[in-house]
């Protein structure tokens, strides 16, 4: 657990998964102006430019999490 503590860095409002060559997976509380509501942006990014971007409503998060490590652990995913 202590190498993902070093590759994991999570604040108010954002995360950042470090990958390599450079890559971050981010994961950020968003706001839109246009419809006044909140989301979960999670993009790649290298560089401060975001290469790919994926919005998820909040009230998802904790179900992809459980839904990504049980699929890590039925595929023996570190």
Do not use: C
């Amino acid at each position: 657990m202590a190498d993902n503590e070093e590759i994991v860095d999570i604040g108010e409002n954002y995360g950042e998964i470090k990958m390599g060559a450079g890559w971050f997976l981010t994961i950020t509380l968003a706001t839109s102006e246009r419809y006044e509501n909140e989301y979960i942006e999670i993009a790649k990014e290298r560089g401060g430019q975001k290469k790919s971007r994926f919005n998820l409503n909040p009230k998802y998060t904790r179900t992809l999490g459980e839904a990504l490590i049980k699929f890590a652990d039925e595929n023996g995913l570190e």
